[in-house]
């Protein structure tokens, strides 16, 4: 293989694996170990997890256990917590005053409870997140173990005055067993065998039994030491540990078999044995004061090995505490400094290889060595174990291998050759302190090639003796890299540019301009395939076609450095992201068909990668696999292994849990459903999905039914908050999934109802409403109450002006008229009766007399004021009077309603259009038959004229005879008073004139109040 040029980009490792966990092509399996911690290995190879104070963890912690939901629960000096893999939890005292702050014991039981035991107080239950019934008779005093056996009874041993087992039934708590007097010592250890007998030790005694439906105690020959711990081990084999050492029951009878003594499992001077526990290896976890000492086993259970472990933070922060194993098969111990966790991983770190400021080389040989060099030393790797070859004089930039064996390194001047042990200086042209070597190759000949620092390819047959060069290739770019592909052809990577070099002469593959894989940083060559790892993602070259894998579309797969295949199958890519295992098939099937699926593996600094690969010195960064299967990383300098044996497949989605709700700040039961206060303006919900092999990397989506449209990513935050909700039932689902893998079909659920306020509610609308029509209505009337007003004030000016008129005429007109009349009188009077000029005298007079009635009459209808005569009796007056001459029609007058009188003004216009459509009827309508009625309705005064006559043309109903203005004279009345007019013919062949005059208008004295009649009558009822 071949390097290579550098590029000083660098991008953020997370912020890469944050856009791989997007890619929607991308299906990652994740690389996390499904079985248990692997006994052959010691605990230096496992992954090693510590929380402290520092990191927010408990201190002093007595007991662990693990619910069905996947908290870890931890209780302790300061009471209980729960972890989820990313936050510690401190849960209030929900058991009141009544017992102890301080618990010694825990237990999940297998019916979801969590049990507790108190340093004082006896025990508390605990489900769901709250206390429950104990039950009566429930144990009393200093619990220090609880157990449970087959059928779910629960077992609990207690200190005090003196020492007691409880035992609990489905049908509750039976009655205390004590043991012996008050000068009994203390029980230390209990457990509970397969078939159901409790075992307990009374310190420095003996070891007791309890028999599966007895409650007598038996006595074994057993002696037990001090701190002494009871276990049942994966077999159903029961096994003690106490300052003797450790044991093995032979039997159930209590005969023992000793294992280890006291030297082997614990320091002498400690003594104290904090716990005894086995995890699914069967292996026998001892935890003492000095530290944890772990036993593999055999089937016969003979220790194999004896390791030990000293906790992190020094001895003085640990003390003898709790050992659990959890469901990702992660051994967990508890000390006074807080909790440390140990888990396989597939990634183990280099011990012996130095890790220098300027970091690693390292090529694999033709014949699969290994080799590493530093700035000082240059290492190979035989029979798995490195081993120093050859000094130094600064650390090499390139290295290759001949056919012979012989191995070429250097950075500036001179170039060496390695060879059966022998150091060869070789000097290379253009090659001084300013300029460096790039990479070097050896081609199917034989023959040595160089790239020097922009100088280009420089070529060798005879070992480095002589050299030619390729002017083509100089000052072609910054950095370069070379490969020999075999068959008398070279490839050669100028910046970003892609040439071969084939018949003796330079063919441009791949311009830069139209490279898609940017600056070409490896290439690699596997059977009829070479292989261009770049900048922006994987390229193939086959069959003289380029296909690319774009880092666009899988961002694991950007800025890739290195490349090897397996001897398994599989391929391995060394990326910004990580180092990426591939099925090769998977692979091989994405570069023939692009939107195929892409699966993969990966593993980054999370799984124990020291970092990204140091984009600036790529010729650090190196994949090459080990004669025993393993795969070298040299990353940011330092070498790592990685065991393909140990990466699992993928797991389950982890299961999303409510952590919590609040509601404008104020915390609410997250068991669900729950009716919110009404008016919320914000409302957080806290979820998680506990876990611990990879906590950092488990993602969450959720959406709030109702509300969101479409699932909403939320990457690693654990909570969602909404604000200004409108009110209605909600559902709010989370979902989560591994950093490298799919969500969950199911989602968790948390339901809920925000109720709305009043002024959210129906009855607010209503009102609003109501108000709203009220409004309108009392804006419509005090409008109507306007125009009425304006109405009637011109209406009174008329009057004014008639009364004014009136007084004119009686004081001057009628007057004058009055005194011409008795003069002419006088005249008369002075001539003879028999004469002609008296008669016509007379007869004028007369006439006169007649017409100065009828104009007092007329000035007495323009003095006419409120009380006269209904409009009805007026209109069947005037019928009377106009259809007074010989076979007039008949004449039928009707009302309906309470007859109220009119207004002056506009009783005189109704009645004036009433006599001018009784006219026209007498004159035009040759009718038989005319009828009028009027309607004293409460809102409008109607009168209706309607004859059987011949009926008015068109033209004539809507603009007059010519000539004649009755009609046009009836429309301008009716508007005068604010009324309609509608004249029109009817079926028969009638006419009829309908005229309409709001009541305001047309009524003397009406006062319509703004409230209407049935609000008052409404609320005179509510007052009664």
């Not at 005093?141 to 035992?167: F, K, M, P």
């Not at 292994?641 to 609040?662: F, T, Y």
């Not at 919320?680 to 506990?690: C, H, L, W």
């Not at 009609?967 to 309609?980: D, V």
Request: glycine share 10%.
């Amino acid at each position: 293989m071949s390097r290579r040029s550098a590029s000083c980009e660098k991008n953020g490792m997370f912020g890469t694996l944050c856009r791989v966990l997007m890619a929607i092509a991308t299906a990652c399996a994740v690389a996390t170990p499904l079985s248990a911690l692997d006994p052959a290995r010691p605990l230096s190879y496992a992954r090693a997890q510590f929380w402290g104070l520092r990191e927010g963890g408990p201190v002093n912690v007595n007991a662990l256990a693990q619910s069905q939901d996947g908290y870890l629960w931890i209780a302790g000096q300061q009471g209980l917590s729960r972890f989820d893999g990313v936050l510690f939890e401190r849960l209030p005292s929900w058991w009141g005053q009544k017992k102890s702050v301080e618990i010694n014991s825990l237990l999940a039981s297998r019916s979801g409870d969590l049990w507790l035991g108190h340093d004082w107080g006896g025990v508390t239950a605990v489900r769901n997140g709250k206390v429950v019934d104990a039950g009566y008779r429930h144990p009393t005093g200093s619990v220090n173990a609880i157990a449970e056996n087959g059928q779910g009874d629960i077992w609990v041993s207690t200190l005090g005055s003196r020492s007691r087992i409880w035992h609990r039934t489905a049908s509750g708590w039976q009655s205390p067993i004590t043991i012996g007097g008050s000068s009994i010592p203390w029980i230390t250890g209990m457990a509970v065998d397969s078939r159901g007998a409790v075992w307990f030790a009374l310190e420095q005694d003996a070891l007791h039994v309890i028999p599966p439906g007895s409650r007598l105690v038996q006595r074994t020959r057993v002696k037990v030491g001090q701190y002494a711990r009871i276990a049942k081990d994966r077999r159903g084999r029961m096994w003690v540990a106490d300052s003797l050492g450790l044991h093995r029951l032979a039997d159930l009878n209590g005969r023992t078999v000793d294992v280890l003594d006291a030297k082997a499992i614990h320091q002498p001077a400690d003594g104290e044995i904090g716990q005894l526990f086995f995890d699914k290896n069967n292996v026998a976890w001892i935890a003492a004061q000095g530290g944890v000492t772990r036993v593999p086993l055999n089937q016969a259970g003979q220790p194999l090995t004896v390791q030990r472990h000293l906790p992190k933070g020094g001895l003085t922060q640990f003390a003898t505490g709790p050992v659990m194993e959890d469901k990702e098969t992660g051994v967990w111990l508890g000390a006074a400094g807080g909790l440390e966790r140990f888990s396989d991983t597939a990634i183990v770190q280099d011990t012996v290889l130095p890790s220098t400021r300027m970091g690693l080389v390292a090529r694999q040989a033709a014949g699969g060595d290994l080799f590493v060099a530093s700035s000082s030393d240059l290492y190979r790797l035989q029979e798995g174990r490195w081993r120093r070859v050859a000094s130094l004089p600064r650390r090499p930039t390139v290295m290759c291998q001949d056919r012979e064996g012989g191995l070429y390194f250097g950075a500036r001047a001179p170039l060496m050759r390695l060879y059966k042990g022998k150091l060869t200086p070789i000097a290379v042209p253009s090659v001084d302190a300013a300029r460096f070597m790039v990479d070097c190759t050896v081609d199917a000949h034989g023959d040595l090639l160089v790239t020097v620092f922009t100088h280009g390819l420089y070529r060798s047959a005879d070992e480095g003796r002589t050299w030619s060069h390729d002017p083509a290739t100089e000052r072609r770019s910054f950095f370069s890299a070379a490969h020999d592909i075999g068959q008398d052809q070279i490839i050669y990577a100028p910046f970003g540019n892609l040439e071969i070099f084939a018949n003796d002469r330079w063919r441009v593959l791949l311009k830069a301009d139209r490279n898609p894989l940017g600056l070409i940083r490896a290439i690699v060559r596997h059977e009829t395939a070479i292989y261009l790892c770049g900048d922006f993602g994987l390229g193939r070259l086959m069959g003289g076609r380029l296909s690319t894998l774009s880092a666009s579309r899988f961002p694991i797969l950007k800025q890739t450095s290195d490349m090897i295949r397996t001897r398994d199958g599989s391929t391995w890519v060394l990326s910004q992201a990580g180092a990426i295992r591939f099925d090769t098939l998977s692979l091989e099937q994405a570069f023939d068909n692009p939107p195929a699926t892409l699966r993969a593996t990966l593993l980054d600094w999370r799984d124990g990668l020291p970092g990204p690969p140091d984009l600036s010195r790529t010729e650090s960064d190196f994949l090459a696999e080990a004669p025993d299967h393993r795969i070298l990383v040299l990353a940011s300098g330092r070498v790592s292994w990685i065991d393909p044996s140990q990466i699992g497949m993928s797991e389950p989605p982890p299961a999303a849990l409510i952590r919590s709700v609040s509601v404008d700040g104020h915390s609410l039961a997250s068991g669900g459903p729950a009716t919110l206060p009404a008016g919320a303006s914000r409302v957080q919900i806290g979820f998680t999905a506990p876990g611990f092999a990879d906590p950092s990397g488990v993602r969450f989506r959720y959406r709030l039914e109702g509300f969101d449209r479409s699932w909403i990513s939320a990457g690693n935050d654990r909570g969602a908050a909404y604000t200004n909700l409108a009110p209605g039932r909600y559902v709010f689902q989370v979902s989560a999934a591994h950093r490298n893998g799919d969500f969950s079909n199911t989602a968790t659920e948390y339901a809920f109802i925000l109720p709305p306020t009043f002024v959210q509610s129906n009855m607010f609308r209503i009102l609003c409403l109501a108000a709203a029509v009220g409004a309108l209505w009392l804006t419509y009337a005090l409008r109507v109450r306007a125009v009425a007003s304006g109405i009637r004030g011109r209406l009174e000016e008329r009057v004014f002006e008639r009364e004014r008129i009136a007084r004119e005429l009686h004081d001057t007109l009628l007057q004058g008229f009055q005194g011409l009349m008795l003069r002419f009188q006088a005249v008369a009077q002075r001539f003879p009766a028999s004469q002609p000029a008296r008669r016509l005298l007379d007869e004028a007079l007369d006439r006169a007399e007649t017409v100065l009635v009828e104009g007092r009459d007329r000035v007495h209808d323009l003095r006419r004021s409120e009380g006269q005569l209904p409009i009805d009796a007026e209109l069947r007056s005037i019928a009377k009077r106009v259809f007074s001459g010989e076979a007039p029609p008949k004449v039928s007058v009707s009302t309906s309603g309470r007859s109220r009188h009119l207004h002056v003004a506009a009783q005189f216009e109704v009645a004036a259009i009433g006599e001018e459509a009784l006219r026209n009827a007498c004159l035009h309508a040759r009718a038989f038959r005319v009828s009028v009625h009027v309607a004293y309705d409460r809102s409008v005064l109607k009168v209706i004229i309607m004859d059987d006559g011949i009926g008015l043309p068109l033209e004539v109903r809507t603009s007059g005879r010519a000539g004649h203005f009755g009609i046009i004279g009836m429309r301008e009345r009716a508007e005068k008073i604010g009324g309609t007019l509608r004249i029109h013919n009817t079926d028969q062949g009638g006419t009829e004139v309908t005229l309409n005059v709001p009541a305001r208008t047309a009524y003397a004295a009406t006062h319509r109040p703004l409230v209407p009649n049935f609000l008052r009558l409404l609320w005179a009822r509510r007052t009664k």
